[in-house]
């Protein structure tokens, strides 16, 4: 799903301006060095975005749309134009994630002078996205993101794709290890960090086709 076909289906409003810079994201991810955040994976956030909205049709009165498909399509821009060779890379990618990509949306948002308002909710949605933060999401934009996002974390095509370009097996065991520990936790805080039930039935049945998959492999 674009951001213009789920605009169309859910009667989401949004400016030129919105739309020119989700476009401008889309450039990015369509010719991303991270094979596990391309294009498809922001169309595959707003499919996910959908499936919530028919499950919970109130959202949408409360969401700045503005805000929400702006993060959508660009919280992974900063990963798309890296690509990661070592265990380094990828623990740095994971920090630097949300700080990485909120960056580089600023410096293109203030070019269509975008309202500094809407700039600061879509850059804490951004920032926000990603794993490593003590303090909760305070905004329903941010939460919904982070949820949406995370509906992706387990599914086994996606890992295939990891395994093929970051994790092969010449970078060695210390990369392994580290993906290991990095699904291991991620397995243990997803469901438990859901903001709504839906996601969170989601997640939990993600796991499951996701620990049957690794039951298979050696990296389990």
Not at 4 to 14: L, P, S
Not at 207 to 216: A, G, K
Request: with cysteine.
């Amino acid at each position: 799903m674009t951001v213009r076909t789920f605009c169309t289906k859910w009667g989401a409003v949004v400016s030129d301006e919105c739309l020119e810079l989700c476009s401008i994201a889309d450039a990015y991810m369509r010719r991303s060095k991270d094979p596990l955040h391309m294009l498809e994976h922001t169309h595959s956030l707003l499919t996910n975005l959908d499936w919530l909205y028919t499950r919970r049709p109130e959202l949408r009165e409360r969401v700045n749309h503005t805000v929400l498909l702006l993060a959508i399509s660009w919280h992974d821009v900063w990963r798309s134009t890296k690509k990661f060779g070592s265990l380094i890379d990828i623990i740095v990618a994971f920090v630097w994630d949300g700080r990485g990509s909120s960056r580089l949306f600023q410096r293109y948002a203030r070019q269509y002078q975008l309202d500094e308002e809407v700039l600061a909710q879509v850059s804490y949605a951004i920032g926000k996205h990603d794993s490593f933060h003590l303090r909760g999401r305070k905004t329903l934009e941010s939460r919904i993101l982070k949820d949406i996002d995370e509906m992706e974390v387990f599914d086994v095509r996606r890992f295939v794709a990891l395994k093929q370009h970051v994790m092969p097996e010449s970078l060695g065991f210390g990369v392994h290890a580290g993906m290991r520990f990095f699904l291991r936790m991620k397995l243990r805080r997803s469901k438990n960090s859901a903001y709504f039930a839906e996601t969170r039935e989601y997640i939990v049945a993600e796991q499951t086709r996701f620990l049957e998959y690794l039951s298979q492999t050696a990296v389990s």
